[in-house]
């Protein structure tokens, strides 16, 4: 069974400090994909990134990074010189990737507030 | 380009009663799928239908169904409700189905079961 874990339920930080969410997998499959999803207060997901498992490079856009690393199974999300409205629920979702399958499971989720 | 958009934003339903929900893809998107977020349980998979055909599916009782139409909306029906099922209600369009492709959601459709 797939599972993500977020153990962070809550981040608090003053803009312009850097913020890392963390994101814990399990899954059987080698073959996945991971995701990063933000949903602010509109209620709305917003796609940020999938990364399948075979690529394990970083990768940075503007003020956002992500980190995935098998050996540990995880996939962090940084956000350097956060912002205000960086503040919403962000979210990590797993799924396996075979014949068109898309089953994801999602993390519970962590709430960023960025204060001015 | 218009975005996916759910009819009806806010839906106040009775114990007992059947409801359905409404999701108009992304123009050209032929992938429709729907979750369900609650506080309690968190954001969970229903099912994806693509060119009218279920692909996948969550671990969601059979009162949760749903169908696609040839223009690509889709709607899901929640029959026989219950407390539980108070939740909001997300549709997200892909062009097509499988995980690599980018999935694009609607703004919701909350639904509150007394």
């Known amino acids: 069974a797939q599972k993500v874990t977020q153990a962070q339920t809550e981040i608090s930080v003053v803009e312009k400090e850097d913020v890392t969410l963390d994101c814990v997998y399990e899954?059987?499959?080698?073959?996945?994909?991971l995701f990063w999803y933000k949903q602010p207060p509109s209620g709305e997901l917003v796609f940020l990134i999938r990364r399948n498992s075979f690529d394990e490079q970083n990768e940075i856009s503007g003020r956002y990074s992500w980190n995935f690393q098998k050996s540990t199974s995880s996939f962090n999300f940084t956000i350097t010189a956060s912002q205000v409205v960086d503040s919403a629920v962000y979210f990590c979702?797993?799924?396996?990737?075979?014949?068109?399958?898309?089953?994801?499971?999602f993390g519970r989720g962590t709430s960023l507030i960025v204060h001015p | 380009k218009a975005g996916v958009t759910q009819t009806p934003r806010y839906l106040i339903k009775t114990r007992g009663q059947q409801v359905t929900l409404s999701c108009s893809p992304i123009s050209g998107h032929r992938s429709v799928s729907w979750y369900q977020q609650t506080p309690g349980q968190g954001l969970q998979f229903l099912f994806e239908y693509f060119s009218e055909t279920q692909r996948n599916k969550g671990n969601f009782p059979g009162r949760f169904s749903g169908r696609q139409f040839s223009n690509s909306r889709s709607e899901m029906n929640v029959s026989t409700l219950e407390l539980g099922d108070s939740a909001l209600y997300l549709c997200a369009s892909s062009l097509a189905s499988g995980a690599s492709y980018e999935q694009y959601f609607g703004p919701g459709t909350r639904l509150t079961v007394t």
């Open positions: 899954t059987r499959d080698t073959t996945y994909y």
């Open positions: 979702a797993l799924s396996e990737a075979g014949g068109g399958s898309y089953i994801p499971t």
